[in-house]
């Protein structure tokens, strides 16, 4: 069972180093649990398709928060300092169109 894993490796170097490298790896990544209250089938949807996709529910759920994070990050990174203490100060309507209202503030702007 020991050789058919290192098997892979052309040298026993080689894959002491594998080996050292997926242990640190391990090391600095700290999993915890989380209980989240999701609707029973989006729950079945999602498994389904984790499976399809040969990834775990929790990997695919992973991915999507540090996706959104990133972009989050992003945008923030992008806004001058002076209109970060902006955010969340006004709260607008979950159905607004940003893009249909600028066009008919521009429209109303130039039919003056």
Same mark, same amino acid.
């Given at each position: 069972m020991k050789e058919e894993a290192f098997s892979k490796f052309s040298s026993p170097r080689e894959s002491k180093t594998e080996i050292t490298r997926i242990l640190e790896i391990n090391i600095r990544v700290m999993k915890t649990k989380l209980t989240l209250t999701i609707e029973k089938s989006v729950i079945e949807k999602a498994k389904e398709f984790a499976g399809n996709s040969g990834k775990s529910l929790s990997e695919m759920v992973e991915r999507f928060? #540090? !996706? &959104?994070?990133?972009?989050?990050? *992003?945008? +923030?990174?992008?806004?001058?300092?002076?209109?970060?203490?902006?955010?969340?100060?006004?709260?607008?309507?979950?159905?607004?169109? #940003? !893009? &249909?209202?600028?066009?008919?503030? *521009?429209? +109303?702007k130039h039919a003056e």
């Open positions: 928060l #540090e !996706k &959104e994070i990133s972009e989050a990050e *992003l945008q +923030q990174a992008n806004i001058p300092e002076e209109f970060k203490g902006l955010f969340g100060s006004v709260n607008l309507p979950a159905e607004l169109n #940003e !893009k &249909e209202a600028i066009r008919e503030i *521009l429209s +109303q």
